[in-house]
C-alpha cells in the first residue's frame, strides 16, 4: 500500500504563509482525485482543497483566494500554499487520494496560527 508523508506544517503567525508538502510513494499519474483535508479541535474533518488529474481544483469557501493546490505527477507530490493565515486555519492537516474508491491517507501535519 502507497504512503503518504505530510510536511511544512509548523507555528506561524496571523497573516504568515506556510507550503505544505505531500509526498506519495507511488506514481500519482493514474490517481484522479488528490487534495487536502483538515481537522481542528472538536471539529469534524472538512475538505480545504482538491485537484484532479487534468487539474481542476476545488476549495472551500474559507480559504478561496488564500490557498492554492498543485501537483507534479513527475514527482508525485501535491502541496498546498496557505497564505495570509489566520487562526480559524489551525487544524491537522491530511492530504489524501482516492483510488478505485478507497481514500488513502497520510498521517497528518500540523499548522498552528497564533502570535
Known amino acids: 500500500q502507497a504512503q503518504l508523508v505530510e510536511s511544512g506544517g509548523g507555528l506561524v503567525q496571523p497573516g504568515g504563509s506556510l507550503r505544505l508538502s505531500c509526498a506519495v510513494s507511488?506514481?500519482?499519474?493514474?490517481?484522479?482525485?488528490m487534495g487536502w483535508y483538515r481537522q481542528a479541535p472538536g471539529k469534524e474533518r472538512e475538505l480545504v482543497a482538491r485537484i484532479t488529474s487534468t487539474g481542476s481544483t476545488n476549495y472551500a469557501d474559507s480559504v478561496k483566494g488564500r490557498f492554492t493546490i498543485s501537483r507534479d505527477n513527475a514527482k508525485n507530490t501535491v502541496w498546498l500554499q496557505m497564505n495570509s493565515l489566520k487562526p480559524e486555519d489551525t487544524a491537522v492537516y491530511y492530504c489524501?487520494?482516492?483510488?478505485?474508491?478507497?481514500?488513502?491517507w497520510g498521517q497528518g501535519t500540523q499548522v498552528t496560527v497564533s502570535s
Open positions: 489524501y487520494y482516492v483510488y478505485y474508491g478507497v481514500n488513502y
Open positions: 507511488r506514481s500519482i499519474s493514474s490517481i484522479y482525485a
